[in-house]
């Protein structure tokens, strides 16, 4: 199965790909190709030099996040962030994918002397050099790793980095799967579907055709932390849904999804390397990863609740109206309060985590 795509201009990321595919003989499935798309040494989306993070798009950023929205963000989860160090008895604030700083910066500025190290990693150098400055006045206490170390203890954070690990498209066409990759034909990339005994998790009911993603790498994240994490907790925050929704009948063109000028497009082979590449996180698969590496899920909510149960509405009550109405985005169920989830895991033995008191959401997942 063969879908033409728009010609592309050559670039030293194109290049690349292109040798790539010829390596692989002639097709790469989407996960590799987002991988390099994404992550390319110098030349991928967040690893080159191309503005990213910011609130408007005269900043030259393509998207906003929430602690570039408002610090009332950190400010809040730094209270489940608190009482997570202090019920697992450490010290140390790890940081997965921390984009401008943003969110460091809060974190370290409400939990001060709570935090003896904070701990960064990240593939980006150009991103490192933004976080670096962005927090000068903390230089003492940041360190900056490009991989996981053998051994950690602390609180994990991560706010939009499980959407931006690579994923594996299936479609389903005439009762049969495919797995979806990518070929080089003519001047532009374009899909390609090959047989595939790989399946979603759950049965899609129905015969209509139907394209998905399988998300083996943020799976293997987890498992990976899990057993890294000797002693501490995690907290994750990102769009996505449990399995019985995200394998709905209805949703049956996928969640891949494009970022570029705060406009989004749905053409993850255009302009690559020039925008972000996201899908939608199967928190699911997300729990079921820890448990089985010897995480304690601690509870799953939407982000709105999460952030209400933060207390993040006194903070909220004491700013300027300017910055009620962006944090008011945080939760509104319509902006990302309710699209947006947290789910938090355990390293050692669980306890009532304030930010799921109310309205935990894990017998869903």
């Known amino acids: 199965m063969n879908q033409e795509h728009s010609a592309e201009r050559a670039t030293p990321l194109t290049r690349i790909i292109d040798a790539t595919l010829q390596r692989a003989g002639g097709w790469l499935p989407f996960d590799r190709f987002m991988a390099l798309a994404l992550y390319a040494p110098g030349l991928g989306y967040y690893a080159n030099a191309s503005r990213k993070f910011g609130q408007m798009p005269a900043s030259g950023s393509d998207f906003v996040t929430a602690p570039e929205l408002t ?19 450490t010290d140390e604030l790890w940081e997965f994918g921390a984009g401008s700083g943003a969110l460091a910066l809060q974190l370290l500025d409400a939990l001060g002397d709570r935090v003896e190290r904070y701990r960064i990693v990240d593939l980006s ?3 490192r050099e933004r976080q670096q400055q962005a927090l000068a006045r903390h230089v003492g206490k940041v360190e900056w790793l490009a991989e996981l170390p053998e ?16 994923v594996q498209l299936l479609a389903r066409s005439g009762g049969a799967w495919f797995e979806r990759g990518v070929v080089r034909r ?3 990339f374009a899909w390609e579907d090959r047989p ?3 399946r979603p998790p759950v049965e899609v009911e129905g015969a209509h055709n ?3 993603e399988i998300h083996p790498q943020a799976q293997a994240f987890i498992a990976t932390l899990a057993d890294r994490l000797k002693e501490g907790a995690a907290f994750f925050i990102d769009y996505g849904f449990p399995e019985a929704e995200y ?8 969640t891949v999804m494009c970022h570029r000028g705060h406009q989004a497009d749905g053409d993850p082979l255009a302009e690559v390397g020039e925008k972000d590449i996201t899908a939608h996180v199967d928190f699911t698969g997300v729990a079921l990863a820890g448990q089985e590496a010897g995480l304690e899920v601690l509870g799953y909510t939407s982000q709105a609740r999460f952030l209400l149960n933060a207390g993040i509405l006194p903070m909220m009550e004491q700013a300027s109206l300017a910055e009620r109405t962006l944090a008011a985005r945080l939760i509104h169920e319509h902006e990302m309060g309710e699209l947006f989830k947290v789910i938090g895991f355990a390293a050692g033995e669980p306890w009532d985590a304030l930010g799921f008191a109310e ?5 869903t997942l």
């Open 210 to 212: 139907y394209l998905t």
């Open 359 to 363: 309205g935990d959401r894990s017998h």
């Open 71 to 89: 610090p009332l963000f950190g400010r809040a989860l730094a209270v489940q962030v608190a009482e997570a160090l202090a019920k697992t008895g």
């Open 125 to 127: 150098g150009t991103l």
């Open 151 to 166: 051994t950690m203890r602390g609180v994990v954070v991560g706010n939009e980095v499980l959407d931006a690990m690579p």
């Open 196 to 198: 595939t005994e790989l």
């Open 247 to 254: 394998y709905h009948p209805q949703r049956h063109m996928g």
């Open 186 to 188: 003519g001047e532009g």
